[in-house]
């Protein structure tokens, strides 16, 4: 292709920082995978790709030439791929987002506002699979979903690229003329190469920060952000495993209908609403036996609360699993009892009625995220002797809000205000936390100290005090750039600090403090790629009273060699004793643990080869009660052709003389005894993810996986108001007699067929199937375990759901058409 006018230039004064010129287009490009020389031939292309890794900063391996242009309506992306072997482009198809596969790769990262920290990414594979991320602030979005358009094309000199980045996908300033951060990606994936046009350095740190970029935008103008997202679906469900924390019927169906709504305010902001959501067919959790004192945290899957969130979850304050969570009175309905009466109905969750979020960023680099949510009613019912009942409120009206101000500093620093609060109705308590953040990088981004602190606010949850207040804070100072890193971190928690309502916080009522050291080898050492080594000591105290924890010792080191097989390890070491106030589930008893060693170590095999797979093993030790625990996983990948790929993930571990709390009574005395348990933990866990992808457009999968852990009791001790154990009495032996061992299976099979039949519309039909058994009578063959699991009533759900992509100004133009 013939280079452009010689105003079009790229800078070439250096190989990162780099400066080229867009042209506006004078036809727009028709997307077919091929650069027609009328419409490309007078932009000057960007060339000379240096790699990121590996042999980071050594010139790309193969030539290519990237094209910009630009009209009123959209931003194009052309690419020649060259390759001197076009037979080995790779082009295994996978799911949309599923980032990078078997398959070589081009991107293009568009930093709009130009503030070296924030922006968006849209790649494409040179099967045709898009994937798209918003990148804010050093972390990656990659539930954000764009819509936009691309097209690819192999041939005898490689492969080809172009894109269609409408505006309404992306967010710029407003203003007449505009500069915007520009890097261009590419992966060859048969040498595991990737290469950026702008150099990024990897032993700096950022991304975004690194970026060339692209002058000449002029005369466009943000169009009317409208658009609709309604949709249709259908539900076919059996239920027969039924606790009474529903009252489903054992079959049902029901058909729903709904929409998402996006409106762009202005240049700048989007307002997101979802009116009658449907979350049946998100994928389901990975649960988990728990015999700890703290609550287990799950995933996120729904996608309304995953997409477009890096604003309001930067701070660590929100946990939108909340929303729709279980009732916050759920537990106490018990008590509510009168004579002769029990419950029949006390659901596990609250319905969800409407969400709503704005978002973005101003051209003076100033974040505005507003989050709100409400969630209805929530009854459990009650049922007398004679058959009476009752309804008992557990969760009333409740309104969940979440604020953010972030404004982005000077060489990559910012500072964020949030804010989240939780206000319920018929009398409840109310719940609000506020936060500042902020981090102060140094000109040449090789130094950063990062601090900030929250303030909760309990109103009514405590009748004695009224408002229970609680504080975080934390101070981090780290070298952050370089060879060699280190930081040391300080971080205080009251015991009346909680965010629980509306964030996630395991426990309070702690001081931390670390150090840390490292030193990477980025270029070749040795017979290594890459080398990576770390240690670190942590000393933590109770924050009241101030007493003594723990003190750990950890190092690491992993290393990836020349044929791109990694092995790493550690070890962790906890020289003297821990002193646990949480096990004993009553505050401050504390339960004394002895010195104890862990170790792993894991492989993992080179991802290009058909078959590959990854190992691990933990091994874990302490003398006292001699207490070791073992663990093993083993995950093969079978990649069969590049339609169809199958991962299954095994671990086994078994934890003998697991000791931990049983239960509690009170004597005669009133006086409270408390019973740990000796027992052994063995889990086995089995996963299968299967795709078979028919186009770039649709595909099926599944996702299984059985859970199965045991805890089988052996004997009992009574924990010492010291914190040390002794046998349990004779007495003790009575109430321990009632503790059961238990038996536990989950099994989960989630099957998806999704075909995206245009831009941003799906139709997707699922299959979903949940088994889930606690037994108190331990199985000890597998296979016996396994047949006794599908005995136990199954519960399904089948659901066809259609989403339809409505833009307003497409839908203006065919209208007046």
Do not use: C
């Not at 509690?664 to 078979?692: C, M, P, W």
């Not at 979903?768 to 375990?785: G, L, M, P, Q, V």
């Amino acid at each position: 292709m013939a280079h452009g006018t010689d105003d079009a230039t790229e800078t070439e004064t250096n190989k990162s920082s780099k400066t080229a010129k867009v042209m506006r287009a004078q036809v727009a490009p028709v997307l077919d995978g091929f650069l027609e020389p009328e419409v490309w031939q007078h932009v000057n292309p960007a060339r000379n790709f240096y790699r990121y890794d590996p042999l980071n900063g050594k010139p790309s391996s193969q030539q290519t030439e990237v094209y910009m242009l630009y009209d009123n309506d959209a931003v194009y992306i052309g690419a020649i791929l060259y390759d001197t072997a076009p037979d080995s482009v790779l082009t295994q198809l996978g799911q949309r987002d599923s980032g990078e596969n078997n398959s070589d790769m081009f991107g293009v990262y568009l930093d709009t506002y130009n503030d070296k920290q924030n922006a968006f990414a849209f790649l494409v594979s040179a099967a045709g699979v898009q994937t798209d991320i918003k990148h804010a602030q050093g972390s990656e979005d990659w539930n954000w979903d764009a819509v936009w358009e691309s097209s690819v094309r192999t041939h005898d000199q490689g492969w080809t690229v172009e894109m269609r980045i409408p505006y309404s996908a992306i967010r710029f300033p407003e203003a007449e003329v505009q500069t915007w951060g520009v890097n261009y990606m590419r992966v060859i994936r048969r040498n595991r190469e990737k290469s950026f046009w702008s150099h990024v350095d990897n032993s700096v740190s950022g991304l975004i920060n690194q970026a060339g970029r692209v002058i000449g935008i002029e005369g466009v103008k943000a169009p009317v952000r409208l658009q609709f997202m309604p949709y249709v679906s259908g539900y076919v469900n059996h239920y027969p495993n039924k606790t009474g924390e529903t009252d489903a019927k054992d079959f049902s169906h029901s058909i729903n209908g709904g929409m998402d709504v996006k409106y762009g305010i202005n240049d700048a902001f989007t307002l997101d609403v979802t009116l009658i959501p449907d979350f049946g067919q998100t994928q389901s959790d990975n649960q988990v036996l728990n015999l700890g004192p703290f609550e287990v945290k799950y995933s996120e899957n729904r996608q309304f609360f995953t997409e477009g969130t890096e604003l309001f979850n930067k701070a660590g304050l929100f946990y939108s699993r909340r929303i729709g969570a279980a009732p916050v009175g759920r537990g106490q309905v018990k008590d509510q009892l009168g004579e002769g009466e029990e419950i029949t109905r006390n659901p596990v969750e609250t319905q969800l009625l409407n969400a709503a979020k704005v978002s973005g960023r101003t051209r003076r680099g100033l974040g505005i995220g507003l989050f709100n949510a409400f969630t209805g009613t929530t009854h459990a019912t009650v049922q007398d002797s004679l058959g009476n009942t009752r309804q008992v409120l557990t969760d009333p009206f409740t309104n969940y809000n979440v604020f953010v101000l972030d404004q982005t500093l000077p060489r990559n620093s910012y500072v964020t205000f949030t804010n989240t609060n939780v206000t319920r109705a018929s009398g409840f308590y109310d719940a609000n936390v506020t936060g500042l953040r902020l981090r102060l990088a140094d000109k040449n981004n090789m130094f950063a100290l990062t601090t900030g602190g929250n303030l909760s606010q309990l109103y009514g949850k405590d009748e004695a005090n009224g408002v229970k207040l609680g504080h975080q804070y934390s101070v981090n100072l780290s070298k952050i750039s370089g060879n060699l890193r280190y930081g040391i971190n300080h971080s205080v928690e009251s015991d009346t600090y909680d965010i629980n309502d509306l964030g996630f916080l395991s426990n309070n009522n702690e001081v931390y403090t670390s150090a840390n050291i490292s030193y990477n080898f980025y270029q070749p050492v040795w017979k290594f790629l890459s080398w990576n080594n770390s240690f670190s000591v942590g000393h933590s105290m109770l924050y009241d009273p101030n007493k003594f924890i723990a003190m750990d010792l950890s190092a690491s080191s992993s290393v990836r060699f020349h044929n791109f097989n990694s092995l790493w390890g550690g070890i962790t070491v906890r020289p003297g004793e821990r002193y646990n106030y949480f096990e004993a589930r009553t505050f401050p008893q504390v339960f004394v643990q002895p010195p104890a060693i862990n170790s792993n170590l894991g492989f993992s095999s080179d991802y290009r080869r058909r078959f590959a797979f990854d190992a691990t093993t933990n091994f874990w030790r302490s003398r006292r009660y001699d207490q070791n625990s073992w663990s093993f996983g083993f995950t093969p990948r079978f990649r069969v052709n590049d339609k169809l790929s199958i991962v299954n993930g095994n671990s086994y571990s078994i934890d003998k003389r697991n000791i931990g709390f049983a239960s509690k009574y009170e004597d005669a005395a009133q006086n409270t005894h408390i019973l740990f348990g000796d027992r052994t933990l063995t889990t086995v866990s089995t996963t299968i993810s299967s795709a078979y992808i028919f186009n770039e457009r649709s595909g099926l999968t599944l996702n299984m996986r059985h859970y199965w852990s045991r805890a089988a009791y052996k004997e009992f001790f009574e924990l010492t108001k010291q914190g040390l154990l002794q046998p349990a009495s004779a007495e003790q032996g009575i109430y321990a007699s009632a503790i059961n061992d238990i038996n536990y299976n989950t099994l989960t099979m989630d099957l998806v067929y999704s075909w995206r039949f245009a831009p941003g519309s799906e139709l997707r039909v699922v299959w979903k199937n949940f088994i889930e058994d606690r037994a108190s009578t331990i199985e000890n063959r597998y296979f016996d375990n396994m047949s006794n699991t599908f005995a136990v009533p199954q519960n399904n759900n089948f659901s066809v759901k259609l989403l339809y992509f409505i833009d307003y100004i497409a839908l203006k133009n065919v209208l007046s058409a």
